[in-house]
């Protein structure tokens, strides 16, 4: 069964280094999110990306983050100048058409130290 | 805003009962409905889409009143397995464009 993969499962970095989130989506799918969950919190949206531009953003997703798809498989999330709050779960996701489910990736978790 | 608001629970459920949960949004645009469940420290996954015409899936039963703006779930014969977080989850008008908006969840846990 084709699935999301994001890679690495979990990253420590030190306050204000930047990290790269990287995601494969499922191959054929055409709409690409990121989301974030702090922990015991909701899922919340950070970025939906669609024909290699940003759909859509959240209010949590501000100078600091940015997205890109390098190539046809890779998505990924950058985030600048980390801070102990970007401390959560990461995760990816994506889907075929546009009112059809989401398929989320395993997550990577972030530890801002 | 938008918000989708659920009991937090935990709902403490006997092995074989029937649970119910419900959640309220607050985007009437919204036009697409999702169950997702999450275990500890893992992804959401999609349990089932709700249709405004209701729909089951085994045990498992979606309503949605759109009027009212609220979902539920339906869970019959409960499992061991059951026991995990129930996400209610709403997408809004803009199609694949829209992100999700997630509740905060339902957890369940299943006694023997």
């Known amino acids: 069964e084709p699935e999301v993969t994001q890679t690495p499962s979990h990253q420590v970095t030190q306050m204000g280094q930047e990290v790269i989130l990287r995601c494969v989506p499922i191959?054929?799918?055409?709409?690409f999110y990121w989301y974030r969950q702090i922990l015991g919190q909701k899922v919340e949206f950070l970025v939906s990306?669609?024909?290699?531009?940003?759909?859509?953003k959240s209010e949590i997703f501000d100078d600091q983050f940015s997205v890109e798809r390098p190539d046809g498989s890779n998505f990924t999330l950058k985030i600048r100048s980390t801070k102990l709050e970007d401390s959560a779960m990461y995760f990816c996701a994506s889907s075929s058409e546009g009112d059809t489910e989401a398929f989320f990736g395993q997550g990577t978790r972030l530890t801002v130290v | 805003r938008k918000e989708v608001e659920q009991d937090p629970g935990p709902f403490n459920v006997p092995e074989g009962a029937t649970v119910a949960f419900n959640c309220t949004y607050s985007?009437?645009?919204?036009?697409?409905f999702f169950w997702y469940r999450q275990d500890c420290r893992k992804e959401p996954k999609l349990l089932m889409s709700?249709?405004?015409s209701g729909n089951e899936d085994g045990r498992f039963t979606a309503q949605l009143n759109r009027a009212s703006q609220y979902i539920s779930l339906l869970i019959r014969d409960s499992k061991l397995s059951d026991s995990a977080t129930y996400l209610c989850?709403?997408?809004?008008?803009?199609?694949?464009?829209?992100?999700?908006?997630f509740g905060k969840g339902t957890h369940l846990i299943i006694q023997p």
């Open positions: 989850v709403v997408r809004g008008s803009g199609g694949g464009a829209d992100g999700l908006t």
């Open positions: 191959s054929n799918h055409l709409y």
């Open positions: 985007n009437s645009a919204s036009q697409s």
């Open positions: 709700v249709y405004s």
């Open positions: 990306f669609y024909n290699n531009e940003i759909s859509e």
